[in-house]
């Protein structure tokens, strides 16, 4: 579950309030604590309209079985909000049990669980994609469970009531992909300066809205453009200080995919920055990522080419990928995480599934300036801790991240205003 943000629009997300979210595509979200904790836009965006053969939908066998239609509410006291949650489970032909979760105040787009365990009354399933976990017991007369759900270091009590198709919670029909050739503009947009002290910062796209919050220019630059920050050269100090808050609808129907989220910023910094600029290319600093000896490491994802991506931090330094090419996590990489810009040389092509954990050195997370907790101490003399980026990534991926330099594009900017009025 995460707390509030996503998409397949890549939706750059660090807020205390962004573990389970409603925008749907792309997101790139950073959890700041895990405090409200659901995810849900690393879920793809197709929810199931039946039931294979061999699995069962049938009423429960005893009072006590598992089957059926669980649902309760997930009560987040630090964003005054409300989360409902829906889980429908059925048993395969080899009697292990399927569960599927739905948060239905963010979209309601379908999570499978990876591990189900039902053992005397005992349940648990987790969801790797997006770090979560749930531990409940079910009451002897089996019409309720009585949980805790876990993403990030701060547990919250979700407990489960029985209910039938008729009773349970409409799930949310969910939103259809942008047409692949249209190039979307915002058509009416509102611009207002971030509250001072606010925590957090992303952006995404949530029902039929772009949103982003705590967003400086130098962070829509980079995403409309497909940059980092230092390949934009000659930028007035405000574009790094100031900070944003923006809610617009596309003039386009349906979901957009990552380049039509770019394009939405490109028209939103022409139209209201007076943003003028050209193109060169100059030798930068920038990471490099390349296959390992023994190849890549990384599970191939189950999800459609068309549903959500997921790039989103439960934590400092603990990722959760979903859906993405190398393309894809490179981007992300250097959108949320590194200082200089990254690029794929992996030769992949085919979309991935992972988590990655690794202690951040000081030269990470500054893009985050403040709106999350500092970045959490190196090492030290911790045995447990994680290992540096560049040894997780070999470890846990099967690929190198190398520091050198190359020719790379860059924006000069000619000029820029502040926003004009709303």
Avoid at 160 to 176: F, G, Q, S, Y
Avoid at 235 to 262: E, F, H, S
Avoid at 317 to 339: C, H, I, P
Wanted: glycine residues 10%; charged residues 20%.
């Amino acid at each position: 579950m995460r707390t509030e943000q996503a998409g397949d629009n890549f939706h750059f997300c660090a807020r205390a309030f962004a573990a389970l979210a409603g925008i749907a595509t792309w997101t790139v979200l950073l959890a700041a604590g895990g405090k409200d904790a659901v995810a849900q836009t690393s879920a793809p965006a197709t929810a199931p309209t039946s039931v294979a053969p061999s699995q069962s939908t049938a009423p429960a066998a005893s009072p006590t079985d598992l089957v059926g239609i669980w649902q309760g509410t997930l009560h987040i006291a630090q964003a005054n909000r409300d989360l409902r949650t829906e889980i429908k489970i059925v048993k395969s032909a080899d009697a292990s049990y399927k569960l599927t979760f739905y948060s239905i105040d963010q979209g309601g787009q379908p999570i499978v669980a990876d591990k189900t365990a039902f053992e005397n009354l005992k349940l648990t399933f987790t969801m790797d994609a997006i770090g979560g976990k749930y531990e409940g017991t079910m009451s002897p007369d089996g019409k309720t469970i009585t949980g805790t759900w876990t993403q990030g270091p701060n547990p919250l009590a979700l407990n489960l009531d029985r209910t039938t198709e008729d009773a349970a919670w409409p799930i949310p029909e969910p939103v259809k992909p942008m047409a692949a050739n249209a190039h979307p503009s915002l058509e009416v947009a509102t611009i207002k300066p971030s509250q001072p002290g606010a925590r957090g910062k992303g952006f995404g796209f949530n029902g039929t809205h772009f949103r982003t919050f705590n967003f400086d220019v130098n962070d829509m630059i980079a995403i409309g453009f497909g940059l980092h920050a230092k390949q934009i050269v000659g930028a007035p100090d405000w574009l790094a200080t100031d900070l944003y808050d923006i809610d617009g609808v596309p003039d386009v129907p349906g979901r957009p995919n990552i380049k039509q989220m770019g394009d939405i910023l490109q028209g939103l910094l022409v139209d209201r920055f007076a943003l003028k600029f050209h193109r060169e290319q100059r030798e930068l600093p920038v990471y490099v990522i390349q296959l390992a000896p023994g190849g890549p490491k990384m599970k191939e994802t189950t999800a459609g080419p068309n549903d959500p991506q997921g790039f989103g931090f439960r934590g400092l330094g603990d990722l959760s990928v979903r859906n993405m090419s190398m393309k894809d996590f490179a981007f992300g990489m250097q959108s949320a995480v590194t200082d200089r810009p990254v690029v794929d040389q992996t030769g992949l092509t085919a979309r991935y599934d992972f988590t990655l954990k690794w202690t951040p050195d000081d030269s990470q997370f500054a893009q985050f300036r403040g709106a999350v907790p500092p970045t959490p101490p190196g090492a030290g003399d911790n045995p447990d801790a994680p290992p540096s980026l560049y040894t997780a990534m070999q470890e846990t991926l099967g690929l190198k991240f190398t520091a050198t330099k190359a020719p790379d594009d860059v924006i000069v900017i000619d000029h820029i205003d502040k926003p004009s009025a709303n």
